[in-house]
């Protein structure tokens, strides 16, 4: 029988559910000595804090949480993984993490000022409802922040890369992740260029794809080992910044 689409998030969940014990041990994943790189992405794209209300969607174990509430924002999580939010909730226990499935928050009409993902696009089910449910999340004049990328696609040196690293028996939590990276919407990648035209299908404006990950990269290299850095440095990694008008 073909999976539904409530089956598919099902394993979504339940898949990150059990990465959640050693998530953190991935520095991909864990914020560290690249804290100031991503501070300043942030910035970048979100201004001043200013106290403003930030929902971290698929916040996972608190780490881009950790970044926003160090830049002055007041932070809100959301994850649909019960694991996930233990971890959170202990690093973090002064914010508050709610759990929900990000496509469905459940969240009040417009009662935060930012929404920020990183490496959520990728695995949504139904990207457009998605984006028109933090639409709707969003005040007027607020901003959403994605980052995310295409891990599909292989450029010239990415491919190089891949082909000079040692390769063991396939783990079962790969395989899991190569089934359910098949059945998503972005299956063939993540491209800024579809992202953004479904943000602005969605109506967003003031859309910004900004692809100057390079700072965040040099600052995890060291951990990260010169072969995954260059392969990371080779992928389509990216931030796009959109505004819901004032008129909405």
């Known amino acids: 029988m073909t999976p539904t689409n409530r089956d598919l998030r099902d394993e979504i969940r339940d898949y990150w559910s059990d990465r959640a014990a ?12 690249d804290m100031v790189a991503w501070q300043d992405l942030f910035r970048r794209h979100l201004g001043d804090a200013q106290g403003r209300a930030l929902l971290d969607l698929a916040s996972g174990t608190g780490e881009i949480a950790r970044l926003c509430r160090s830049l002055g924002f007041a932070v809100t ?11 959170a909730r202990a690093k ?3 914010v508050t993490f709610l759990q929900a499935d990000a496509e469905r928050t459940t969240l009040p009409s417009a009662s935060m000022d930012v929404i ?7 695995t949504l089910v139904d990207p457009v409802a998605a984006f028109a449910e933090w639409f709707r999340v969003l005040r007027p ?7 995310d990328g295409d891990f599909v696609s ?3 040196l990415g491919r190089i890369v891949q082909i000079m690293s040692p390769r063991g028996p396939q783990t079962e939590s790969a395989a899991r992740h190569k089934d359910i990276l098949s059945r998503v919407h972005f299956s063939a990648g993540a491209r800024a260029d579809h992202v953004a ?7 967003f404006d003031r859309i910004d794809i900004d692809t100057n990950l390079a700072p965040i990269h040099r600052a995890q290299s060291a951990q990260l080992g010169w072969r995954k850095s260059l392969l990371r440095r080779s992928e389509h990694r990216y931030a796009i910044s959109a505004t819901k008008p004032l008129a909405s």
């Open 197 to 203: 035209g479904l943000l602005h299908a969605a109506g």
């Open 77 to 87: 999580g959301l994850d649909w993984s019960e694991p996930m939010l233990e971890r």
């Open 92 to 94: 973090l226990p002064d």
């Open 116 to 122: 920020v993902t990183r490496h959520l696009v990728w």
């Open 141 to 147: 004049g607020g901003t959403l922040l994605v980052v």
């Open 154 to 156: 292989r450029s010239l």
């Open 22 to 33: 050693t998530f953190d041990d991935d520095p991909g994943h864990r914020i560290d000595a």
